[in-house]
């Protein structure tokens, strides 16, 4: 089965320090998505692509966190400087989406970096 | 204000029983809604995802229903596993142009041999 591949797994880093999360799409998806879960909020959506695109970061901090797909098989997410409440598990989540239609369409998830800022 | 809320908030059962979780959402304009199972230390996975018009929707064990007038959705495991042993999320897309995902804080489920 195809699966979405996310590196690091684990991230433990000390405030302030720059981090990058990576995420291999599904071959052919179109669609990628970046979410936070945290035991306190649950799933957040922090920002989606399409066709390597950004069309909605409005979930996403933006003075310190960017996210950016330089090619079709990489998408990253880059918080700097991080801080302590940034701790969470980050998944990134791919699909394939037909242009125009609604997002009927199953997500596909990676199993997440576990990010923990001192 | 858009809201997901799920119940109960956890629940045991044994293993080969039947339960019934909840969700009920205040959103607007709706899109869809999806059912994902998490295990613990992994991302979660589409149970099944269902539009306005849809009311009922099954993958195996797991039958979901949609009320699109009371705003309000239920997963039903039949038979329960061991391996159904996780927490389940319910989500909400709403169409604003792009779309939005209103994430329910989930159900955790422990199933007891």
């Known amino acids: 089965d195809a699966r979405v591949t996310q590196t690091p797994r684990h991230k433990v880093t000390e405030m302030g320090q720059e981090v990058t999360m990576r995420c291999q799409p599904i071959?052919?998806?179109?669609?990628v998505f970046w979410y936070r879960q945290t035991m306190m909020q649950g799933l957040e959506l922090l920002a989606y692509?399409?066709?390597?695109?950004?069309?909605?970061d409005s979930g996403m901090p933006k003075d310190r966190f960017s996210a950016e797909m330089p090619d079709a098989t990489l998408a990253t997410l880059k918080i700097q400087p991080s801080e302590p409440r940034d701790s969470a598990v980050y998944f990134c989540a791919s699909g394939l989406v037909a242009s125009g239609h609604s997002s009927n369409q199953p997500q596909h998830f990676g199993d997440g970096t576990r990010l923990s800022i001192l | 204000k858009n809201q997901v809320e799920q119940s109960p908030q956890s629940l045991i059962i044994l293993e080969g029983k039947n339960c019934t979780l909840q969700?009920?959402?205040?959103?607007?304009?709706?899109?869809?809604l999806r059912w994902y199972k998490q295990d613990t230390g992994r991302g979660p996975v589409s149970l099944t995802i269902m539009t306005f018009s849809e009311n009922t929707k099954s993958n195996g064990r797991y039958t979901a229903t949609l009320d699109a007038d009371t705003k309000q959705s239920s997963l039903h495991i039949t038979a329960s596993q061991l391996s159904d042993s996780a927490s389940y999320i319910c989500?909400?897309?709403?169409?604003?142009?792009?779309?939005?995902?209103?994430f329910g804080t989930g159900t955790r489920l422990k199933v007891l041999a």
């Open positions: 692509f399409r066709n390597r695109a950004p069309l909605d």
């Open positions: 071959l052919g998806h179109n669609t």
């Open positions: 969700c009920n959402y205040t959103v607007s304009p709706f899109s869809n």
């Open positions: 989500v909400v897309s709403v169409n604003e142009g792009t779309y939005k995902y209103i």
